[in-house]
């Protein structure tokens, strides 16, 4: 890993400032797999959260790393002292509780993992081992992780450099022995070990220094940042103050990526006080709309709304017209309306008997209807404010969506057809035995096979 030459600058100012507003969904899982101390996990003053440590106890592969890790740094920070009483008393580390942790040893053995073999007779041949181990055992941590962070870069942190050599293992120890006090809690990882503090102290952070390391940039900041406590609050009052509230949401006008990790970041106790989303649609938007249902839940109402002409939408004023509904029919006194659109103006004003919060986009939102909003006293959030590193399972199911019904307008075959069709053309005759047999021997294991280009093509079991 090369050591970018303007990582000290990142964070030169104020940290607590420059990481405002972070999440530590990120650091929290590196902690754990690094083998991070519980009892740092349940000190609320630190960055890593319990909760995580807490699910990622159940994951066989993550409790397999994070053993492996422990063994690894309790070797490197003892490494003379049991050298020594290996070669002078003949002992085993499984003998040392005191300085290589029995707990980890017994936990990675219950997992079905051993790194010790009667063949290591000296105490780096049994950081090799370790190292192998993790090496071959860490792309199964993996899936921990979400898509959008390069896991490369992660990975890289748990795998020592010529971590398979004699060379390697002492060129490793060096490093960590000069700068013990700059690894995240003293744990061993692969870094050039530089004065930047705790780079585990958020996922902002952590990202920020991680891909500077490679001389890249990390720009999803909304992937690691979440809304402020003044935002959330606000939201949280506005509900709480209010008789009965409705969102609606203009979906021409907004994202429902964005909405869904707003809705997935805010407190639910609150939130379930909300009667309902209304969702006021059209044909030509995201089909992400259709099963956004599925990640909320707040009870969802989606209204598709026809055109008249091709180029016209109506979803304006049909969501004026049902908001008004809303509020002389069925006691609504509160909106949240969700829309970057500043047509919008028009129906706040003329229901000034009913509260509203807003909730727009940074990209789509002009400084005219935020400025009305100011001086009408009206709270408005960005929705691309909220942290949005959970909204990849909603995103993942529209794709998948968009693309089963790609395939079925894209493939049309139907295999008894297709085998009636060859024996006719080829003249060949087969009893209704043979034909079954064929059948299973070849056509029910045809497979999907997919070139470098993106090429589907269907293909036949061979011979």
Not at 40 to 60: A, S, T
Not at 92 to 99: A, G, H, N, T
Not at 138 to 149: D, G, H, R
Request: charged share 25%; glycine share 4%.
């Amino acid at each position: 890993m090369e050591q970018g030459t303007n990582t000290r600058p990142l964070f030169e100012e104020n940290e607590q400032l420059a990481v405002k507003d972070s999440t530590y969904e990120l650091v929290s899982k590196v902690a754990y797999l690094l083998g991070v101390p519980k009892r740092i996990f349940e000190n609320d003053h630190e960055p890593p959260k319990l909760e995580v440590f807490g699910q990622l106890e159940y994951d066989k592969n993550a409790r397999i790393i994070r053993n492996l890790c422990i063994i690894r740094t309790a070797i490197e920070q003892n490494f003379k002292k049991i050298s020594d009483m290996m070669r002078l008393e003949y002992r085993s580390i499984l003998s040392m509780p005191d300085l290589v942790p029995g707990e980890s040893i017994m936990q990675l053995s219950s997992d079905g993992i051993s790194f010790i073999k009667k063949s290591s007779t000296k105490l780096y041949q049994h950081v090799i081992e370790i190292n192998r181990l993790i090496s071959d055992r860490i792309n199964n941590c993996k899936s921990i992780f979400p898509l959008w962070v390069n896991w490369d870069y992660i990975k890289e942190l748990f795998v020592m450099p010529d971590g398979l050599s004699e060379e390697g293992t002492k060129k490793a120890a060096e490093r960590y022995y000069n700068y013990k006090n700059r690894y995240p809690y003293q744990m061993y990882m692969n870094w050039e070990p530089t004065d930047v503090g705790n780079i585990l102290f958020n996922d902002k952070k952590f990202v920020r220094l991680l891909y500077s390391w490679h001389g890249d940039h990390f720009a999803e900041q909304s992937r690691v940042t979440d809304a402020g406590k003044y935002v959330k609050t606000s939201i949280y009052d506005f509900v709480n103050s209010s008789r009965k509230t409705v969102v609606v949401v203009d979906c021409e006008n907004s994202d429902p990526y964005n909405l869904c990790a707003t809705l997935n970041n805010l407190d639910y106790g609150v939130m379930k006080k909300i009667s309902k989303i209304i969702l006021f649609d059209d044909v030509h938007t995201a089909v992400a709309w259709r099963i956004l249902e599925s990640y909320t839940k707040i009870p969802v109402e989606h209204n598709m709304i026809d055109r008249i002409k091709g180029n016209k939408s109506l979803v304006d004023i049909t969501l004026a017209s049902r908001t008004c509904r809303e509020f002389y029919s069925n006691s609504v006194d509160s909106f949240v309306l969700v829309s970057s659109d500043s047509d919008y103006w028009g129906l706040i004003s003329t229901l000034p008997e009913a509260s509203f919060l807003v909730m727009v986009e940074h990209q789509k939102c002009g400084p005219d209807i935020k400025a009305a909003l100011e001086e009408a006293g009206i709270f408005y959030c960005y929705l691309d404010d909220f942290y949005s590193g959970n909204s990849d399972e909603i995103k993942h199911s529209a794709l998948l969506t968009q693309m089963r019904g790609y395939i079925e307008n894209a493939v049309h075959l139907n295999v008894n057809d297709m085998f009636d069709s060859a024996l006719a053309y080829t003249r060949i005759t087969m009893t209704p035995a043979e034909k079954n047999q064929f059948f299973e021997k070849y056509l029910r294991q045809m497979y999907v096979s997919i070139d470098d280009d993106g090429n589907v093509s269907i293909e036949l079991k061979r011979k």
